[in-house]
């Protein structure tokens, strides 16, 4: 009868541990990230909506969010994974705002990683785009330091096909809002991505490249819808999920 009470204690215990999810604000200090022509910086609309997003997932006490950055400083990409990492994180979601050269471009996209090369040459030109941030800071990617092994070749089947059905519930989510400029879930060598056991997807929220979308990533009640539609395919997927949250 002990035994059959301890086990029921330990499962109301587990039921009361959080979630956690990572929220990785991309760029930031002396990264900037894309700039818009009004000025705008990816740096500092993803950090806005990344705290408008925790504030919203946060409502849910079983949820707790774990920033990878919450002010304007810069961070190396195996930094954030580590911190997520430790953080005990579920769910990684990297936040983003895309820019071309062609202004007329648009429309939000989901990336996941992908171990068999990119899926299209866009999808392979983001990843080596995104990847630069570190040269930017400054931070040199040592391929023999054993946790740089661990980031590039621990990436599983299993990682990529959960952070593909996250990627396709908020992209989902996003088409609701947004023109959607990526109808799929798109693939690439993303470093940021790149969490063994965590499914992780990279969100371009909109081109800041275009002045339409720029206004609109300044727009505080914009900012809010990106939010709420992430925060929606984050929990569907959770709530969802054969993984054991």
């Known amino acids: 009868r002990d035994k059959r009470l301890n086990k029921k204690?330990?499962?109301?215990?587990?039921?009361?541990?959080?979630?956690?999810?990572a929220i990785d604000p991309g760029h930031g200090g002396e990264d900037p990230g894309a700039i818009g022509k009004k000025g705008t910086k990816e740096k500092d609309v993803v950090l806005k909506?990344?705290?408008?997003?925790?504030?919203?997932?946060?409502?849910?006490?079983?949820?707790?969010?774990f920033l990878t950055r919450n002010g304007?400083?810069?961070?190396?990409?195996?930094?954030?994974?580590?911190?997520?990492?430790?953080?005990?994180?579920?769910?990684?979601?990297?936040?983003?705002?895309?820019?071309?050269?062609?202004?007329?471009?648009?429309?939000?996209?989901?990336?996941?990683l992908s171990d068999k090369g990119a899926s299209s040459e866009a999808a392979?030109?983001?990843a080596k785009k995104e990847?630069?941030?570190?040269?930017?800071?400054?931070?040199?990617?040592?391929?023999?330091?054993?946790?740089?092994?661990?980031?590039f070749n621990m990436s599983t089947s299993a990682q990529i096909k959960n952070s593909s059905i996250l990627g396709e519930k908020v992209l989902e989510e996003l088409s609701?809002?947004?023109?959607?400029?990526?109808?799929?879930?798109?693939?690439?060598?993303?470093?940021?991505?790149?969490?063994?056991?965590?499914?992780?997807i990279l969100v371009e929220t909109a081109f800041i490249s275009?002045?339409?979308?720029?206004?609109?990533?300044?727009?505080?009640?914009?900012?809010?819808?990106?939010?709420s539609a992430l925060n929606n395919g984050i929990l569907t997927f959770v709530k969802n999920s054969k993984l054991r949250f």
């Open 124 to 126: 392979r030109w983001m």
């Open 9 to 21: 204690t330990k499962k109301q215990e587990e039921s009361k541990n959080p979630i956690i999810i």
């Open 131 to 151: 990847n630069l941030s570190d040269l930017v800071g400054g931070e040199i990617v040592n391929k023999s330091d054993e946790i740089a092994k661990t980031i």
């Open 210 to 227: 275009n002045p339409q979308e720029e206004s609109r990533l300044r727009n505080g009640l914009h900012q809010e819808k990106i939010a």
């Open 72 to 112: 304007d400083y810069f961070i190396s990409l195996r930094s954030r994974i580590k911190k997520a990492k430790r953080a005990g994180a579920s769910v990684f979601v990297s936040i983003h705002a895309d820019a071309w050269i062609r202004p007329d471009a648009r429309g939000a996209s989901v990336y996941i």
């Open 49 to 65: 909506i990344a705290k408008r997003l925790k504030r919203k997932i946060e409502k849910n006490p079983r949820f707790k969010v």
């Open 176 to 200: 609701t809002i947004s023109h959607i400029h990526k109808k799929t879930v798109e693939g690439a060598g993303f470093a940021v991505l790149k969490n063994p056991d965590i499914p992780s």
